[in-house]
């Protein structure tokens, strides 16, 4: 899609990239409390499922690969199918999503990582403790439990076991999607 200043407002959102994380927190907190913006399903978003995901939703990292892989998508695929008489939904549903399913992948598995390693944000918005990622129940569990290390090592290795078995569950279509990078046309 074509408009104008598409390529500024891009480099923009780049630059965005060098802002720490912990920079965010703060209006992020104020938008999931619902004082700056009136958030649908209740007045504010603190303690749900929607506050601890949703500001991962919009990661500028997931933007820049998934513009970067579409940009290889060539525009005669679009014209042959649009000669076919497939609409842009059509299009979009039934030829490039399939074909995209690696990088859709890829950027499935970077963010439920992302999310699943925070660990300030978490501790903002949540006050119950059955809520808390691995990584803030690690961090409790240390202050309960002391300096025992191989009790540590064991919620380390429990923790990292679901983002592994995902990894090998997915890691063919996350070589995939990387290694298509490379390829020029």
């Known amino acids: 899609i074509e408009f104008p200043f598409k390529n500024l407002i891009f480099y923009l959102l780049l630059l965005s990239l060098m ?5 965010t927190l703060l209006p992020h907190l104020l938008i999931i409390r619902g004082e700056i913006i009136p958030l649908p399903f209740g007045p504010s978003w603190m303690n749900t499922l929607q506050g601890l995901t949703v500001p991962f939703m919009g990661n500028i990292f997931v933007i820049f690969l998934l513009r970067q892989y579409f940009k290889k998508i060539p ?3 679009w014209d042959a199918a649009r ?3 497939a609409s842009h939904f059509y299009f979009l549903t039934r ?3 399939p074909m995209s399913m690696p990088i859709i992948v890829t ?5 439920f990582i992302i999310a699943w390693n925070s660990f300030a944000w978490p501790l903002l918005i949540l006050t119950k403790e059955d809520w808390y990622p691995v990584t803030v129940s690690i961090y409790s569990f240390v202050r309960e439990v002391g300096p025992n290390f191989h009790l540590l090592m064991a919620a380390c290795l429990i923790a990292i076991a679901p983002i592994l078995i995902l990894y090998f569950f997915t890691q063919r279509l996350f070589i ?3 290694s298509n990078f490379g390829i020029k046309e």
């Open 83 to 85: 000669l076919d008489g």
């Open 19 to 23: 802002i720490p994380e912990i920079i």
């Open 107 to 111: 950027v499935a598995l970077f963010t």
């Open 176 to 178: 995939e999607s990387i």
């Open 95 to 97: 030829i490039v999503v």
């Open 75 to 77: 525009n005669e695929l």
